[in-house]
């Protein structure tokens, strides 16, 4: 890899990632092929009899048009079935729970906005509040970063580890910390409460929800009848849990790609030159300050802004 | 503000962001509520017509369960209309949108896996596919962010500008750039691709794919019978556009957040010390170069790492 021009290592690197997309499209299509094909074969079949049953009392394409409006309905977040009780789509906590979604880019997509002016809202609340949310990252970043150095500091003092020991230490142990308070944990609470939910389903809107993918097929709570109070303990809950996890994921993220390791592996495939003098860190040139575009080693010992 | 104690600043930006979130969920449920109870109540009248005009010929009940199973397969994306040509959910370009939309973080949700084993696979697959694709992202970043910063000290010699003036046009034309060529350019072509989507909602779909916010409310060409082969090279379309107008919005933010504008602002609420060193670029202490986890200023003239 080392004896290849900069431009052809970009290039096996892209390459190599588009063939990690295929082959997980291929994985998934041999996993989720039949099932989804036997679904449909079974609600084809169901059209079927109900039309042969009760057939001859509907005019013909009556039922296909009740059916497309109800699922286009569905579509938008409206539904046709069930009570008055979560008849009221748009009622603050909803709301507030999609604005949530908006800015965090989750975007689950169980509701979406049907007019022309709710639409353009989103567009540009989403454009202003985006650049917010992550300034408000940042800052936020600036202030817990030098928290978490300080036990990463002192653990490394305490067993006289390496700096890049302590720091892979660090990272690891902030990555278990976040998987087992945001995904973990709340994935058990989730199964718990949830009679018809596997822990595995739980495990999987937790951390798709975490990683800001936001499929939107399971929403917890939604369709059940639940007491208005307890779907709205659970939305507020829902959406502590999107922002609390959005910032811990960054700063995770964040601690990961400081590690002399990954940055090591990033800079292996981006220059031609040997590890210069900023992985040993210390003091940098304005050169090879103005070269990295990588944030530099986070704090060992000592001052941290206050907070 | 600069009179307020750090951790006040940052609980002042904290409610600040809770309080947007309001006002958005607030303009939200004022702009959505009604259209959404209205197209409710349209349903709930017309299934109740066609209860009361062909309900004696049906069981009751067996079009609420009828309906229940129609909508519960939409929601994992498994239509119960339309004729076989898109019978086919899992096929391969389908599966490619989906892992492509798992990894962008889109997430629209219009397909999702069914089987216990494709949802620990998507889990596992992420998990394990989002950190490479960041990491291949900060290694095609170190070699087109000093490819653009050469543009801008062109324009900045020639124009004879300050640095930080020239940082600020670099980074608005980069931000005109992405917005021409990833939200307004891509609208306009489906806009006029698809009859009945009207420009907003073209400029909705790009915005909300390109944030990653991915609804999945709009799909370009979903249920409208087209060829498979148009349908399939529209899914590509797609595909590359998640892929390259994610690296795209990458780059940008991460210009718009080396400016020194920007970080003066994300300092400011961070620390009660003056603008230090940092901010004049140069030779930093160690000490400063720990505290600082923003990215340093990108390349003004000199090297670049050969790409």
Chains 1, 2 share one sequence.
């Not at 009622?91 to 639409?119: I, N, R, V």
């Not at 030098?146 to 653990?155: K, N, T």
Request: charge should be neutral.
């Amino acid at each position: 890899m080392g004896a290849l021009r900069p431009w052809a290592r970009y290039g096996l690197l892209v390459v190599g990632h588009l063939l990690a997309l295929g082959l997980g499209a291929a994985v998934l299509q041999a996993l989720e092929g039949p099932p989804a094909l036997r679904l449909q074969a079974n609600l084809r079949a169901e059209l079927a009899t109900f039309q042969a049953e009760y057939g001859v009392c509907l005019p013909p394409g009556a039922l296909e048009e009740l059916l497309g409006a109800a699922l286009a309905a569905q579509a938008h977040g409206v539904s046709s079935l069930g009570n008055g009780s979560e008849a009221r789509n748009w009622d603050l906590p909803s709301a507030l729970l999609f604005t949530a979604s908006l800015l965090t880019t989750t975007g689950y997509g169980h509701m979406a906005p049907l007019s022309a002016g709710g639409k353009a809202f989103c567009v540009l609340y989403t454009a202003l509040g985006l650049p917010a949310s992550l300034a408000l990252v940042a800052a936020l970043r600036r202030c817990l970063l030098p928290l978490l150095s300080r036990q990463g500091a002192w653990v490394a003092m305490h067993w006289q580890l390496t700096p890049a020991r302590a720091a892979l230490l660090q990272a690891a142990g902030l990555g278990l910390l976040v998987a087992g308070t945001f995904v973990l944990l709340p994935a058990l609470v989730l199964w718990s409460l949830q009679g018809d939910c596997s822990l595995l389903e739980a495990i999987y809107f937790c951390f798709g929800s975490l990683s800001t993918i936001g499929l939107g097929d399971l929403l917890p709570g939604r369709g059940r009848g639940l007491h208005p109070v307890l779907y709205h303990l659970g939305q507020f809950a829902l959406l502590g849990y999107l922002l609390l996890g959005l910032l811990a994921m960054l700063l995770a993220v964040e601690t990961f790609s400081e590690l002399p390791q990954v940055r090591a592996m990033v800079k292996f495939f981006g220059s031609s030159d040997p590890l210069n003098a900023e992985d040993k860190g210390g003091i940098l040139g304005q050169d090879e300050l103005a070269l990295s575009t990588l944030p530099p080693p986070e704090a060992a010992a000592g001052q941290a802004p206050a907070c």
